[in-house]
């Protein structure tokens, strides 16, 4: 892991510098896969992933990719994050990362990989094995870096209507004490053209949290357009870009979590895996 966060970064610088991708040799193998590919191990819970989640902002990633790592464990690493947590450091690029951020622009390469190797570095020093990305790679180019340095396994490619997204967005709220996420949302949308209902309850906050939400502050309306439409321009060639290697997988969000979890799990198979530890709970 150490040998692969050093070699992200002189990737990164690499690419950044003189946008040649990094050779093949260069590569640090995955000790595990995606149960389904060449891996001689059977049981997704002793393997260390290396998955990648993609999605329209407000689709899920986070809620998903951190059942996901509770479930395979591995961290689940949310460049969103990483980025608001530079934002409330006051750090040297707190001010940037602000303008950027509330005008619902996506933030630069070198930005993101500097955070993310910072982030794998901190994780070497705990130990941490493996890894489910969301939010990265959002762009050909990030894919590229990614790719020169580890192989991952497994790309999950996450889908709901736009108008449900929307919704969904201007619905988030955060408590401003425990820094939990909520939604207030309430989507129940009946289904038309041979499409089914769409039926979506709030995640609502625990009473002590409830005087405590807060709105984030890319999360007007606005913004919010901006940033999907952003996000459509392009994700399409990074979609392409795993297709071509195999290794993407499409799934349309049926509903809320307790109709799409047990679906994912399905088409992850890892719904046997699902079921033991919800049995052991």
């Not at 595990?32 to 590919?37: F, L």
């Not at 070497?124 to 969301?134: A, H, P, T, Y």
Request: charged share 25%.
């Amino acid at each position: 892991m150490a040998a692969r966060t050093r070699l992200l970064r002189r990737a990164a610088v690499r690419w950044l510098s003189s946008s040649e991708i990094v050779d093949s040799d260069m590569r640090c193998r995955p000790s595990v896969s995606h149960k389904g590919s060449s891996s001689s191990s059977s049981d997704p819970g002793l393997r260390s992933v290396q998955w990648v989640f993609l999605g329209c902002p407000g689709v899920g990633k986070g809620t998903y990719a951190s059942r996901l790592a509770r479930l395979v464990s591995v961290p689940h690493i949310a460049t969103g994050d990483l980025v608001r947590d530079e934002l409330a450091s006051s750090g040297p690029l707190s001010k940037q990362l602000a303008e950027i951020v509330n005008q619902g622009h996506l933030v630069s390469d070198e930005i993101i990989i500097n955070l993310l190797s910072k982030r794998l570095e901190d994780g070497v020093n705990k130990g941490e094995s493996g890894f489910i990305l969301d939010g990265f790679p959002r762009t050909t180019r990030q894919a590229e870096i990614l790719e020169g340095v580890t192989d991952i396994d497994l790309v999950v490619n996450l889908r709901l209507r736009e108008d449900i997204l929307l919704t969904k967005c201007l619905g988030r709220r955060i408590c401003s004490q425990c820094g939990g996420n909520f939604n207030v949302a309430s989507i129940d949308i009946k289904g038309e053209n041979g499409r089914p209902d769409i039926i979506m309850a709030p995640i609502m906050p625990p009473e002590h949290c409830m005087s405590k939400l807060i709105t984030r502050a890319d999360d007007t309306r606005e913004v919010v357009k901006e940033r999907l439409r952003i996000y459509h321009e392009t994700s399409e060639p990074v979609e392409e870009f795993y297709r071509k290697r195999g290794k993407l997988l499409e799934f349309e969000l049926p509903g809320g979590i307790s109709e799409s979890w047990p679906k994912l799990l399905q088409a992850l198979k890892l719904d046997n895996l699902g079921e033991e530890q919800s049995a052991a709970a």
